[in-house]
């Protein structure tokens, strides 16, 4: 079973940032690729960013790509998303993934999930 937590969500004023913390308890940890989701009121939950287990491979929905980075430390079963230059439609509760299959970058679905974190960006 896979538990995770994610934290650092909060209220941010638009070209302000965020980093976004989700710390896993699974002992295989390193072997999961892990990534961000995120769900805006009244519209489907999208991906965001994904990691593979190594952290040699990353992927980003293009609306985020060159404002966002994800990144994990396997020491400490933690992947974080550092989020810069946040836009108003960044808005939504963001949602931490695992998943123990191949790694599937943009297409990644996720097996196991977080409680979710809200990050509001005002205009």
């Known amino acids: 079973q896979v538990q995770l937590v994610e934290s650092g969500g909060g209220l941010v004023q638009a070209g302000g940032s965020l980093r976004l913390s989700c710390a896993a308890s699974?002992?295989?940890?390193?072997?999961?690729?892990m990534g961000w989701f995120r769900q805006a009121p009244g519209k489907e939950r999208e991906f965001v960013a994904a990691?593979?287990?190594?952290?040699?491979?990353?992927n980003y929905v293009d609306s985020v790509k060159g404002r966002f980075t994800i990144s994990r430390v396997t020491a400490q079963n933690t992947v974080y998303l550092q989020m810069n230059n946040l836009k108003p439609e960044d808005t939504a509760v963001y949602y931490c993934?695992?998943?123990?299959?191949?790694?599937?970058?943009?297409?990644?679905?996720?097996?196991?999930w977080g409680q979710g974190t809200q990050v509001t960006v005002s205009a």
């Open positions: 993934a695992a998943d123990s299959r191949p790694y599937l970058g943009v297409l990644m679905i996720g097996e196991y």
């Open positions: 699974v002992r295989t940890f390193p072997r999961y690729t």
């Open positions: 990691i593979s287990w190594t952290g040699s491979n990353t």
